[in-house]
């Protein structure tokens, strides 16, 4: 079971949460974006191995949602932060 | 040495001990005229129909760990054709008459069972879209027939069919010619095939990096040195971001652990395999006995070949519901794959922009089934620099394009597929 922080909760379980996914692309300005651009944005992703940036959705909790950086390989949580906040720098991978 | 009836007697005069090795195991050459990473199913299948039907030989398989030992040797073995849209109907199906003559093709027995898949509808929208569907595949000339309860009771008795069950089943589609083979015969099956025709099985050789030369790949680097190709077929699922990556190409894709579990054996109960998409469940009996079943991803992303606890508890909600029998069965083994899920959900299987890169990928949690006619269409699409008609479609261009194979109808979203 996966222990997700939420910032306004704390530590809950991933029964608690739905998933969306990376949550670095950016949706580009539609004004100015190119279709190479707004097909980057749809359908490609860095799909990272190991610290991942995603957003979660506390749906059954508070209903927020927030951001989590997590490692993908050894699903270790990093950090977490509001949906519009930035997830703390100090909190890096925790020594093997 | 050709396995047959004669082989297994001669050998059980020596108790077994004199067997020859099924595949060679060569150190690697400093060069070949093909290279194919990873050696699952996909890969193996490659190289045996570069051997086969184009007569390329001087091909080595580079696979990091053991063979098989990817999501070929941890799917459920299912095997079907049952699909909606053309490119996908064309290409399982062109997998379904493969297998029908593989063991005899390969001299290995894949215990290939054609026992019927039967998906079951649970309500009235269900049931129209296995009609559609239905109808669908037999425009393409695919098995399929649609069932009514009472012939589901009398095909399946120990599935609840009783109108009080959480999901009442109200009817269901079957591909008769669908079925089940044993995975690890798969990759033994097509590894032993492409040895003697020639090709290089090559393991713990994990591909580290790239040799190119202007726009073209000529080589790899791997743990055990490096090896130039003129040409360089990519199949590792999971990993294909990672390998991609070395490249500088982005992929339309992310990369999933999807879960399955056995129970222990029990005598003859369930001869054909069951699926049913509302309940998130597969089922199907192995021949040791085993009950095989798993459901849906996770459902975040994941490189961890390990899943967790919420996705076993639902997916064993729903054999007990479904099969209130198997309640009191005991686990004998979870596990988890990497998948490679694409953003429309099929797969990828083309030439790419850089020269000398052919690129097979996206498989999700179908790709077992694929295996022959994946290796079938990538070998051709690697001997011709051209696509064999039944991958055309499938290119990495048409994300670029918006111009997608989109069998669920979910959109953008890799873990709905
Ligand atoms: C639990 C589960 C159930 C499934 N059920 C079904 C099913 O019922 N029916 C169905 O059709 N499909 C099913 N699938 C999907 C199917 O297993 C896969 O789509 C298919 O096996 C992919 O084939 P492959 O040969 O590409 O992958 P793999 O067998 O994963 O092969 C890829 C290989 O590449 C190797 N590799 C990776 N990186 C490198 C590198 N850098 N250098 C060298 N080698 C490398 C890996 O070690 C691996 O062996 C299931 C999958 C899972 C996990
Ligand atoms: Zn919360």
């Known amino acids: ?96 | 040495m050709r396995y047959s009836i004669f082989s297994l007697a001669r050998n059980a005069l020596t108790n077994h001990e004199n067997w020859q090795e099924a595949w060679k195991s060569p150190e690697p050459k400093p060069s070949y005229d093909v290279i194919i990473i990873g050696g699952g199913g996909h890969g193996l299948a490659t190289a045996y129909y570069l051997a086969k039907n184009h007569n390329i030989t001087n091909v080595a398989l580079l696979e990091k760990g053991w063979i098989g030992g990817g999501n070929t040797g941890r799917n459920t073995t299912i095997i079907r054709s049952n699909y909606l849209l053309e490119p996908n109907a064309h290409l399982y199906e062109h997998s379904m008459k493969l297998w029908e003559g593989l063991s005899q093709d390969l001299n290995f027995n894949l215990m290939f069972s054609q026992r019927g898949v039967l998906n079951l509808a649970h309500s009235d929208a269900q049931i129209d879209a296995l009609h559609r569907r239905g109808n669908a595949m037999r425009l393409n000339g695919i098995d399929a027939e649609i069932l009514n309860l009472q012939r589901i009771k009398e095909m399946v008795p120990l599935l609840d069919t009783s109108a009080q069950t959480r999901f009442p089943i109200m009817g269901g589609l079957l591909q008769p010619r669908g079925g089940t083979a044993r995975h690890d015969s798969v990759a033994w099956g097509y590894a032993r095939a492409a040895d003697a025709r020639g090709v290089d099985i090559i393991e713990n050789c994990e591909v580290t990096g790239f040799k190119r030369e202007g726009g073209k790949v000529v080589g790899v680097e791997t743990t055990r040195g490096a090896i130039d190709a003129q040409k360089i077929g990519v199949a590792v699922a999971g990993n294909t971001t990672r390998v991609m990556d070395m490249l500088d190409m982005r992929m339309p894709m992310e990369s999933h652990v999807l879960q399955a579990m056995v129970t222990e054996p029990v005598k003859p109960m369930l001869d054909t395999v069951v699926t049913s998409g509302a309940a998130h469940l597969y089922i199907s009996q192995s021949d040791k006995g085993e009950l095989v079943f798993g459901g849906d991803l996770d459902g975040y992303n994941s490189y961890a070949q390990r899943g967790n606890f919420p996705v076993l508890e639902h997916i064993i909600q729903a054999v007990i519901t479904l099969f209130p029998a198997v309640s009191r069965l005991r686990l004998m083994r979870t596990w988890g794959g990497l998948m490679d899920m694409s953003m429309d959900g099929s797969p990828i299987i083309c030439k790419t922009d850089i020269q000398g890169l052919y690129l097979n990928a996206g498989w999700c949690y179908g790709g077992f089934k694929a295996t022959p006619a994946s290796g079938y269409c990538f070998a051709h699409t690697i001997a011709n620099d051209a696509p064999h008609e039944y991958n055309a479609a499938f290119t990495l261009d048409r994300f670029h394009q918006g111009w997608l194979i989109d069998e669920k109808g979910v959109g953008a979203s890799p873990m709905s597929h």
């Open chain 1, 1 to 96: 079971m996966l222990l997700i922080n939420c910032p306004h909760c704390g530590d809950r379980a991933q029964t608690e949460f739905t998933y969306r996914g990376d949550a670095t692309v950016q949706r580009p300005d539609p004004a100015t974006a190119s279709q190479a651009q707004w097909l980057d944005y749809i359908y490609f992703r860095d799909n990272p191995c190991g610290p991942h940036i995603e957003w979660w959705q506390h749906s059954a909790g508070c209903r927020q949602w927030i951001k989590v950086k997590r490692n993908v390989q050894t699903h270790e949580m990093l950090g977490s932060a509001d949906a519009t906040g930035e997830i703390a720098d100090e909190i890096e991978e925790a020594p093997a």
